[in-house]
């Protein structure tokens, strides 16, 4: 400043620092003493204006605004932590509440036209859907709406596409929950949503409500090992109730779907709660036919497909078992690359379903050998036998799961719609089932044969005992020492029941198994080693084509029959 280039000063009094200014327009800061009263005397003297500039509004709104966001920060937490109390109480007062999905009326897209195979059930559901348009007809003679339809069947066979059909035929809102979804482990939780379920279904009455394997919660009470006062039990109590109670619910009807009807209870079976029982049966071959053609709308099949023979390749199949074929086939046909789904994309399908992914095929000669004698076994006396199944094709290719080959058959048709079988047919199965084995013992001898037919031996005994203690098939006379199920609510593998026979009975049942199985294995051997040149061509043509059709099979026996007749006929 004594040099006269100072242009100007500013003090900073809360920074304890002075700004110079020069006259070429250079700055520059200089530390001072805090309340330092020299510069003032400089400035002052060397005539250099002096500005002081005091911070404290900067400082006052850098500390508002710090403190407001703090502030900001601390509601925030508040409305969150209130927020997750709110939610927190919501849950606790909807844990009551029905999980139930609801379809409104005109929602549920399938029609009775989707459902095949099952038209015994249909018919009866069909009043059930009229029930639902024009209760009038019925009303006006007296007659009630079924409160409840139970539906009874094997799984797969179209029970819940069923119920669906029914609320989409009768376009009215369709109420579907599993029973498993009502039972919690809090106590009053079940009996809780099965009110709310039936307090919603009367609002929007008339409606379909649809429960899911209703044998989780309508299981006989009383029949655990704690005692009956269970939750599950609570929440059966109040379905009773909402069912048939003091309270009318006119409009609601119940369906509900189980493939066990024997341990429901007593009280939910009875007239006024479940009024129908509806079989939903296995579809027969009309049945399985009319089902591939319903999943065939939607892929493309090859002209040379015939559902009618895939019908009657698939007997005892369920509809989503067909399902399961078609949606495979289309898969096997688009991983190919190829447009439409033809006869051999349908037969691995088949394959893959029923035995398995395929597996490399072997390698070893004697192995390979010994697994084709084993398989040519069972489809050569197959074929002779006239009571057995018929042979569908015998392969020595390998499938995953160690499988090394089969002989698969078709079951005889009749006999399945029947339910009906006879003693000559079980006794065929036993030697079928011996064939491998014996086949075994004829080539290679008692001290060569292998563990291959262990899973042979094992159907060899459920058959033959059952032939003895449930259908009267020995020497023990028709009597009746064993019988279906167990402790379906302890196990049956935990805690099986008592034998209804003496220890004496005991031995002669035993004994006469063992007899039934020797006998099969006698005439599997007698057989096999009477035609021993037929099973060494049948064995080293199945070798080298590792696939003979049942067709071929048939006619290779036949011709070998004709020319040698002292021998057993076949089946021609």
Not at 62 to 91: D, Y
Not at 162 to 175: H, K, M, S, T, Y
Not at 226 to 237: H, I, V
Not at 385 to 406: M, N, S, Y
Request: charged letters at 25%; proline letters at 4%.
């Amino acid at each position: 400043m004594r040099n006269g280039q100072v242009k100007q000063l500013e003090l900073l009094p809360r920074q304890d620092m002075v700004l110079v200014e020069f006259k070429d327009g250079t700055n520059t800061r200089v530390n001072v003493f805090p309340n330092d009263q020299e510069v003032l005397r400089v400035a002052e003297a060397s005539q250099v204006p002096l500005d002081v500039r005091h911070s404290e509004g900067n400082g006052a709104m850098s500390g508002l605004l710090v403190n407001g966001m703090l502030a900001v920060l601390v509601l925030g937490l508040l409305v969150l932590l209130f927020r997750r109390s709110a939610n927190v109480a919501q849950k606790a007062l909807g844990f009551g509440r029905s999980k139930a999905r609801v379809q409104p009326e005109g929602s549920v897209p399938v029609r009775f036209d989707d459902v095949a195979g099952i038209d015994e059930a249909k018919t009866e559901l069909q009043e059930v859907v009229t029930f639902l348009k024009e209760p009038e007809r019925f009303t006006a003679l007296g007659a009630k709406i079924p409160r409840g339809v139970l539906l009874v069947g094997p799984p797969g066979t179209g029970k819940t596409l069923l119920a669906r059909a029914i609320a989409g035929e009768a376009d009215v809102p369709f109420f579907s929950i599993s029973a498993s979804e009502f039972v919690e482990l809090f106590v009053g939780v079940g009996a809780s949503r099965v009110r709310d379920l039936f307090r919603q279904a009367k609002a929007k009455s008339p409606c379909i409500i649809f429960i899911d394997e209703i044998d989780a919660v309508g299981r006989q009470r009383g029949a655990g090992i704690g005692g009956g006062n269970d939750e599950r039990e609570q929440t059966l109590n109040q379905l009773l109730t909402e069912m048939d109670g003091f309270e009318e619910n006119s409009g609601v009807i119940l369906l509900a779907a189980t493939n066990r009807a024997d341990v429901l209870d007593s009280a939910l079976l009875r007239p006024g709660r479940f009024d129908r029982q509806i079989m939903v049966e296995l579809p027969d071959r009309r049945g399985r036919e009319a089902i591939l053609g319903v999943h065939a709308r939607t892929r493309p099949l090859s002209d040379e497909v015939s559902l009618s023979m895939w019908a009657r390749r698939t007997p005892g199949f369920s509809g989503a078992e067909l399902a399961n074929l078609i949606n495979e086939a289309a898969i096997l046909t688009a991983r190919r690359q190829k447009a439409f789904i033809d006869e051999s994309a349908l037969h691995d399908a088949l394959e893959r379903v029923t035995m398995g992914l395929g597996a490399n095929p072997l390698q070893d000669s004697a192995k390979k050998r010994l697994i084709a004698y084993h398989e040519v076994g069972h489809a050569l006396l197959t074929t002779l036998l006239p009571a057995a199944d018929e042979l569908d094709k015998v392969t020595i290719l390998p499938r995953a799961g160690g499988v090394g080959g089969f002989a698969r058959t078709t079951p005889d048709e009749e006999i399945l719609d029947s339910g009906l079988i006879s003693k000559a047919y079980l006794q065929s199965r036993l030697v079928v089932a011996m064939g491998g084995r014996a086949a075994e013992m004829v080539v290679f001898g008692p001290a060569e044969v292998t563990q291959g037919a262990s899973s042979d031996l094992q159907l060899v005994t459920q058959i033959a005992r059952e032939m003895v203690t449930r259908y009267g098939f020995s020497v023990l006379g028709p009597v009746a020492y064993e019988r279906d199920g167990g402790e379906v609510f302890l196990g049956r593998d935990w805690m099986r029941p008592e034998t209804e026979y003496s220890g004496r009975t005991g031995k002669a049942i035993d004994h006469e198994v063992q007899l039934l199985a020797r006998q099969a294995l006698e005439q599997a051997e007698q057989m096999l080693s009477s035609r021993r040149k037929l099973l060494d061509e049948l064995v080293v043509c199945l070798i080298e084509q590792e696939t003979i059709s049942g067709e071929d099979f048939r006619e290779r026996v036949k011709r070998h029959e004709a020319t040698h007749p002292q021998l057993m006929p076949s089946r021609g």
